[in-house]
């Protein structure tokens, strides 16, 4: 239970203080033996806690996700597998899984959506990239505009949708191959453009590294840049940005 409730709660009558007693305990964190799972990171930081899936057996994910099905919480897990999903989803019904994403979540409390995200890819195959890095955006509460394959090859794909993006409070581009994307953005708009190098392309590319050293020299002033194909860090920062453009959404 969120410690704003719990209190509110309290202060109505609608739980005892011997109630909000047990709740308490189990803050800061609570250890359920395969994770200790963090109460408090919405307190510090804003936003709810989010967890890793790859890597994680069916077994931690139903021990993970049934904890907050209980508690009725928002929880968004990333880089999960329809084969995950399959296998929970007969316990847990009320998950939610975007195949395109990756991501596998609860959404108890749909947030309202403000201000606008807008997510640009360089080509169709950097999807996966691009929509993990949207739907994160809009799990955190922002309005989103995608934008995909308008890569440099075919720039008057970029420049017929221009004033859509400059109405963003700031841009994700997810490119490959050499990653020219974000950088021509930049020079194009007065918005923070945040670089996703993808590991499509081909040898030389290296698997993403190329197009991360291309977005790291840009001279095109406002980029910043995350790690290979990390489209949820884009879409976690482009929420934190959309957040500061609007003092009225910040908690």
Request: charged share 25%.
């Amino acid at each position: 239970m969120e410690i704003q409730k719990l209190l509110e709660e309290v202060k109505v009558g609608a739980i005892s203080i011997e109630e909000a007693k047990k709740e308490l305990v189990k803050l800061p964190y609570e250890d359920i033996g395969c994770a200790k799972i963090d109460h408090h990171r919405s307190l510090r930081s804003g936003f709810g806690e989010v967890i890793y899936c790859a890597g994680k057996s069916v077994s931690q994910l139903k021990d993970i996700y049934g904890l907050f099905q209980s508690r009725k919480e928002n929880l968004m897990g990333t880089r999960a597998s329809r084969e995950q999903y399959e296998a929970l989803k007969a316990q847990i019904p009320d998950l939610i899984y975007d195949e395109d994403a990756r991501i596998l979540r609860l959404e108890y409390k749909k947030p309202s959506k403000s201000g606008c995200v807008a997510v640009l890819t360089g080509g169709t195959s950097d999807l996966h990239v691009a929509e993990e890095a949207a739907v994160t955006a809009e799990y955190f509460g922002c309005s989103v505009t995608r934008i995909y394959d308008v890569g440099v090859a075919g720039i008057h794909r970029l420049l017929s949708r221009i004033e859509d993006i400059r109405k963003a409070n700031c841009v994700i581009a997810a490119a490959g191959m050499e990653g020219a994307l974000p950088g021509v953005v930049a020079g194009l708009v007065e918005r923070p453009v945040i670089a996703v190098p993808t590991s499509i392309g081909y040898g030389a590319s290296f698997g993403g590294v190329a197009p991360l050293l291309t977005m790291l020299n840009s001279c095109a002033e406002g980029v910043a840049v995350v790690n290979i194909d990390n489209g949820f860090g884009a879409g976690y920062l482009a929420a934190q940005m959309n957040r500061m453009a609007q003092p009225e959404s910040r908690g």
